[in-house]
């Protein structure tokens, strides 16, 4: 099993190059998506005591969160050893039920993978990348987007100049949808016949 990480920074396109790798039948975890889910169960408690008043009894209040992390960046730090913890638990989940069942590729989907050493636990990483304007536009097109929440967040991310220079693969999302998923065909196809160390390495 060949385990590819995949990243870029925010509004580059992690999104649709994802839902291609699925189209394929390859298996994509999706850490946004896990960090939602333990939003509403095992990091509440732990987010409440390290950030009073961000929780409510449906999980953490995510824009509670978000002010009290613009307002005090550090916070971060405290989150991240909070959250991480719990996706890489479910990263391993999803890797043994995958190497289970026998799928030849996964993806990891993750959008800090070079900031957080997730890349050395991976066999190949893909960068998704646009150019600077059109991430601008794509992020502030998101609903509760402001210019300070985006430049926060990009302050936090390895900027798109070393991720792509890090990368074995660099996807250019600055085109249509149609030419992205041309892109990731050729990855996969490219990938298709190799083998992977990383899963019994650092996952098994």
Known sequence: M??????GS???G????????????VPVFDADAAVHDIYVRDAVAAIEAAFPGTTTSAGVDRQALAKRLLADASG????????????RSAQRRFLADCHAAKNPLVVLEIPLLFETGGH????????????AEQQKKRVL??????????????????????KRRLA??????SGTIPETEVQIDRIIETLGTRTGSA???HWS
């Open 199 to 201: 899963y019994d390495k």
């Open 14 to 25: 992690k999104s649709a190059a994802a839902k291609r790798f699925r189209e394929r039948d």
């Open 168 to 173: 074995d693969f660099v996807v250019d999302t």
């Open 10 to 12: 925010i509004g580059m």
């Open 141 to 162: 097109a998101r609903p509760g987007m402001t210019e300070d929440k985006f430049l926060q967040i990009l302050s936090r991310q390895m900027p798109d100049a070393e």
């Open 2 to 7: 060949l385990i590819i990480g995949l990243t």
């Open 76 to 87: 971060y730090k405290v989150l991240e050893n909070i959250v991480h913890p719990l996706v």
């Open 120 to 131: 050395n636990r991976v066999d190949v990483t893909v960068v998704v990348s646009a150019t």
